[in-house]
């Protein structure tokens, strides 16, 4: 059964940095995409970033340019690095990836920004 969890959050300043990781076990990683998404109080979940298998990316309008997602495989690892962080950045952000029919979400992870 895949497992993802997330670590990373934390509370940090407009135009702060934050690094969000990702480990995913009891999945073939390596040929899965991984993304990203957030859920802002009273809004819908919504795709921030994605990677597939082979590395090519895609992000949301609102996060182009500031944040960047990644992965490794040989540690099931996948990543966010946010940069130039906005307090409209502010959310709880999940990794999530879909496989065998099924669409997987980690715990979440509380991400805030002030201003």
């Known amino acids: 059964q895949a497992q993802l969890v997330e670590s990373g959050g934390g509370l940090v300043q407009a135009g702060g940095s934050l690094r969000l990781s990702c480990a995913a076990s009891g999945i073939m990683f390596s040929i899965n995409q991984m993304t990203w998404y957030r859920q802002a109080p009273g809004e819908q979940r919504v795709l921030v970033a994605a990677?597939?298998?082979?590395?090519?990316?895609n992000y949301a309008d609102s996060v182009k340019g500031r944040f960047t997602i990644s992965r490794d495989n040989s540690k099931k690892m996948v990543y966010l690095q946010m940069n130039s962080l906005k307090p409209e950045d502010t959310a709880v952000y999940y990794c999530?990836?879909?496989?065998?029919?099924?669409?997987?979400w980690g715990q979440g992870t509380q991400v805030t920004v002030s201003s």
């Open positions: 999530s990836t879909f496989t065998q029919g099924l669409r997987y």
């Open positions: 990677i597939g298998s082979g590395g090519n990316t």
